[in-house]
């Protein structure tokens, strides 16, 4: 049976969300710069991964930059697929939830050292992390940080040796919103305790606040925490849900901690809206990708809300949008992230764009298609693919992705005017400079995609005067679908306020949907994912039609 897991814990952090703007307004930069640093110099460097001049570095002294998600293995230890789920997705680092014994069934030696040889053998770092400490203070089942730590201390045969792999996460979020001033003494006296028993790991701890420190506790003391630490082998992990669900939350929280030359990272984080409130999760994954810091998304699978599900249960062809959004999205792992070079492949000094695409030319027009060909891209080491985009005015929604330098863009409408262009990408994740664009205008009179497709609608979640829905798109035809538009007509006065994987235009009952450029493309037997947030009458029925690209589709 699924236990609700961190999608709970959600719900206390926004509590006293009134007071959020005053409070992260707080200027505490000064708290956090250093009067007089202890010199890195003097710092015991870990044998391995390891922090310096508030960096997080490789042994061999490559920068490396997280680019992953969570796993919940605690609550689901037979999935130890996902692993290699995740890395086939282009993921650099998996956070793996354990539990030391307090509140959940303990993880053994046994089993934690199967999970650091999957992670290995997979080339992913692996961030070992105990939940059993979420919300302390608060959560009257949550343990302490002593607790965690002594768990770590009774793992350190299977972790000595492995400083090149593995991070050791002291506790999730391990106080809630009760004193969490609470939580600086606690957080100091575990690094010191592991430091004291021998670890040489990058050590990361989480904030307070249930890890979205929006009282500002641990950018206060961080600092001081980090001082503590003999080593300066720690990094401060930061979670990202609606309590930031601005710009200037996001960047002011991260800039505090580059500004003081702390290291940081985003351990969790959500982007589908709830009734909390919005996460502004294009913001969180922007900046994380100019100042060069981690991140890892919540969760691969296994929630008891789907709604933070990147996976359908675990399944990697069935990617959520909000999994779409995190691998293959803007600033997303499929574009931003690079192995860590303890594997010996990537290639880390390539920071070298490829050159522009040549322009494309249209043939074989039909009223649903076009095939585009281009002259190739050159690079340093090598061009590993090309992302073929629509251009409308200032925006562009991504339509196919090619290895080779032609493709057929397919779910066009007919007799309507397009512009396309076309970028190269190489291994490294760096990206050209968009071709020149070429118009092309579908053939009359073609149709659209017979009906090759069936719509789920369901209501996920249900409130006085609103409520989250969720539509799953499936292509049942044989070729891909691009650039599509789904319509259906609401019957009882349902409004849209809020969507993410597509975008939304309303007349009345009548609903238009375009996607959002990580769904795109719905392959052939494949599916997008659609969720929203709506405002409703006393009567919310589901809508009786749907229609993809003006073809009918099968209510599932």
């Known amino acids: 049976m699924r236990t609700t897991r961190s999608t709970t814990r959600k719900r206390h952090a926004t509590r006293l969300l009134a007071g959020l703007a005053a409070l992260l307004g707080v200027a505490l930069l000064g708290v956090l710069c250093p009067a007089a640093a202890q010199a890195e110099e003097s710092r015991v460097l870990a044998t391995g991964l390891h922090i310096r001049d508030g960096r997080l570095l490789e042994g061999n002294g490559n920068d490396f930059v997280m680019r992953g998600v969570n796993h919940a293995h605690t609550w689901y230890p037979g999935e130890t697929q996902s692993l290699a789920d995740v890395k086939a997705l282009g993921a650099n680092t998996v956070r793996v ?278 002259a190739a891209a050159t690079d340093n080491v090598g061009v590993t693919g090309y992302d073929v985009v629509r251009v409308s005015g200032g925006s562009e929604t991504r339509v196919a992705s090619s290895t080779t330098n032609t493709v057929t863009v397919t779910g066009l409408t007919a007799d309507t005017a397009y512009t396309f262009a076309v970028y190269a990408r190489d291994a490294a994740g760096n990206r050209s400079t968009r071709s020149a664009t070429v118009n092309v205008t579908t053939e009359e009179g073609g149709g659209t995609p017979g009906g090759a497709c069936s719509v789920g609608y369901r209501v996920v979640n249900e409130w006085p005067g609103g409520f989250q829905g969720e539509i799953v798109i499936r292509n049942t035809g044989t070729t891909a679908v691009s650039g599509w538009t789904l319509a259906f007509t609401f019957a009882n006065g349902q409004t849209i306020t809020n969507m993410w994987g597509g975008t939304p235009t309303q007349d009345g009952g009548r609903v238009s949907v375009a996607p959002a450029a990580y769904t795109s493309t719905i392959s052939a037997g494949g599916s997008v994912t659609v969720g929203f947030i709506g405002g409703r009458g006393t009567t919310n029925t589901a809508p009786a039609a749907f229609t993809l690209n003006g073809a009918g589709c099968t209510i599932i």
């Open 97 to 374: 939830v354990l539990s030391d014994g307090h509140r959940w069934t303990e993880n053994s030696a046994a089993d934690v050292a199967n999970v650091v040889a999957q992670c290995k053998a997979n080339r992913l770092i692996c961030v070992l992390e105990v939940h059993d400490t979420t919300g302390y203070g608060e959560e009257a089942a949550a343990g302490t940080l002593d607790h965690a730590a002594d768990y770590w201390i009774g793992l350190k045969d299977v972790l000595a040796g492995e400083e090149n792999y593995i991070i050791v996460n002291i506790g999730n979020e391990p106080w809630g919103n009760t004193n969490p001033a609470g939580w600086t003494d606690p957080t100091i006296a575990a690094v010191k305790k592991l430091r004291n028993a021998g670890f040489e790991h990058t050590i990361m701890v989480d904030a307070p606040n249930w890890g979205q420190d929006w009282q500002g506790v641990m950018r206060a003391n961080a600092r001081s925490v980090y001082d503590a630490d003999t080593t300066g082998n720690l990094i401060f992990s930061i979670h990202m849900y609606s309590v930031y669900d601005t710009a200037q939350e996001i960047t002011d929280y991260l800039n505090a901690f580059v500004d003081a030359g702390l290291p940081l990272l985003i351990g969790e984080f959500g982007g589908p809206a709830d009734q909390w409130g919005d996460p502004d999760e294009d913001t969180m994954m922007a900046a994380a990708q100019q100042l060069k810091l981690g991140y890892l998304a919540w969760s691969w699978s296994g929630n008891t809300d789907p709604i933070l599900d990147l996976a359908t249960d675990f399944d990697p062809s069935r990617l959520s949008s909000w999994g779409q959004r995190i691998f293959n999205g803007a600033n997303g792992i499929a574009q931003t992230s690079k192995e860590a070079t303890i594997f010996g492949g990537g290639t880390p000094a390539d920071t070298q764009a490829p050159t522009a695409p040549g322009t494309p030319a249209a043939s074989a027009v039909t009223a649903t298609s076009v095939r585009l060909t281009w």
